[in-house]
């Protein structure tokens, strides 16, 4: 398990997409293979869930959290991945900011 902490300066579109395929790391078209069972959550600092609940990157090679049809507010977030299979799972994590840069942790 992987926990990123982020702070986001302002309110402003942001999200963070994990592909498992990426062309640096596979070959696009390659089929999922059974130990990339990759789930990211992204939380506020109450625990609660923004944007989707969830992202099971495993289904389709790549998933997105946060907010990208509105602002997420000024604050701490927390992002979390998890594969629920064995094994390790390559990852390329991508992070999309409308205005400025989160910190990241």
Same mark, same amino acid.
């Given at each position: 398990?992987?926990? @990123?902490?982020?702070? #986001?300066?302002?309110?402003?579109?942001?999200?963070?997409?994990?592909?498992?395929?990426?062309? !640096?790391?596979?070959? !696009?078209?390659?089929?999922?293979?059974?130990? #990339?069972?990759?789930? @990211?959550?992204?939380?506020?600092?109450?625990?609660?869930?923004?944007?989707?609940?969830?992202?099971?990157?495993?289904?389709?090679?790549?998933?997105?959290?946060?907010?990208?049809?509105?602002?997420?507010?000024?604050?701490?977030?927390? @992002?979390?991945?998890? #594969?629920?299979?064995?094994?390790?799972?390559?990852?390329?994590?991508?992070?999309?900011?409308?205005?400025?840069?989160?910190?990241?942790?």
């Amino acid at each position: 398990m992987v926990k @990123i902490h982020v702070s #986001n300066p302002v309110a402003q579109q942001l999200y963070f997409t994990g592909d498992l395929y990426p062309a !640096r790391i596979f070959p !696009r078209g390659k089929k999922c293979a059974p130990d #990339n069972r990759l789930v @990211i959550e992204m939380a506020d600092s109450s625990g609660k869930a923004v944007g989707p609940d969830y992202a099971w990157v495993g289904e389709k090679g790549y998933g997105t959290v946060g907010e990208y049809a509105a602002d997420l507010p000024a604050g701490d977030y927390t @992002i979390t991945m998890y #594969n629920e299979a064995p094994g390790k799972a390559p990852l390329s994590f991508h992070v999309y900011a409308e205005k400025q840069y989160p910190g990241l942790r």
